[in-house]
């Protein structure tokens, strides 16, 4: 008998939807997850192990619940590079900034609230929305990806959301979000409701610009999200953070799992961090590898967003998906989001780089 996810009693919610997730295919260049190609340095992979190791021996015992000297080193990471003091006390972190994002949710979404985004962006605001009950509104977005201010102002208006998503630089598009314009829909919400506003700085340290974190100054309905996930070059870690006014990270308690962050987590987020430095060596390559690409692909003829993150959004394509499969032929693995007319590649070393760009261009000429 074939027994199935809809033969069980589970929330209507969630009938009919799939998991998200990008395909994990076995191809030679792999630019579909905004991932960091380059692994970690091999003195920080000792660094790890030696932390780990010490870490193993104390395993008997429930990890540090409030992970003080992680967010201790992520407070002194976040004061040195976002030019604004912050203490332990102004930092949380979970188990990826997806899992910062589902505890904000918990708290302050929920049955009977709705949170607000301004899509095409990051879809797991919209899903983590719906695991934790919160109703979800599509906000719009100008033809060039630019949140369109007056239209947001008024959707927050009418809908007085209780979380408003913005992500700078927004994720599948890649461009900055102005922070005047964060600025402004921080002032409607506050007039609306008052509510929560969640900037997703996953890739900031990718951008032109500055960081958003002075804004929190005075704003403690502000919340910034981030990750090592990125700049860090450490997917696999699992480590997102959010920095805001003390109240919240309070707040954010009410809903955590006790010992969510494992000893081993923290103590490999704490050797991760001894490195910054070097890690943030790379991403001034990825960011110069990340404006070849903009600049090569334009060249070509395409149209391509700005971009202040380590992937570039490119079109424009009468069918996406056909174009996404003709490079995939070509062993280049890049990203369909769904944006009609458009692809996503994330910047990687150099030579995946050109491998990307010489699929692209084979494309072209079979075209011409
Ligand atoms: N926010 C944005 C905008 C993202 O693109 C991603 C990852 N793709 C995340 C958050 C989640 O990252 P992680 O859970 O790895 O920290």
Redesign the pocket.
Known sequence: MNFGIDDLPVRDELRGKSPYGAPQLDVPVRLN??ENPYPLPEPLVERITERVREAARHLNRYPDRDAVELRTRLAEYLTTTGKHPLGRENVWAAN???EVIQQLLQTFGGPGRTAIGFEPS?S?HALIARGTGTGWISGPRNDDFTIDLAAAERAIAEHRPDVVFV?TPN?PTGNAVPAGTVLALYEAAQAAKPSMVVV?E??VEFSHGASLLPLLDGRPNLVISR?M?KAFGA?GL?L?YLAAHPAVVDAVQLVRLPYHLSAVTQATALAALEHTGTLLKYVEQLKAERDRLVGELRGLGYDVTESDANFVQFGRFADSHAVWRQILDRGVLVRDNGVPGWLRVTAGTPEENDAFLDAVRELKKEQS
Request: glycine share 12%.
């Open positions: 997850t905004n990826g900034s997806n990051y797991m992500t994720n997703d996953a890739y990750t996930s997917a699992r997102g």
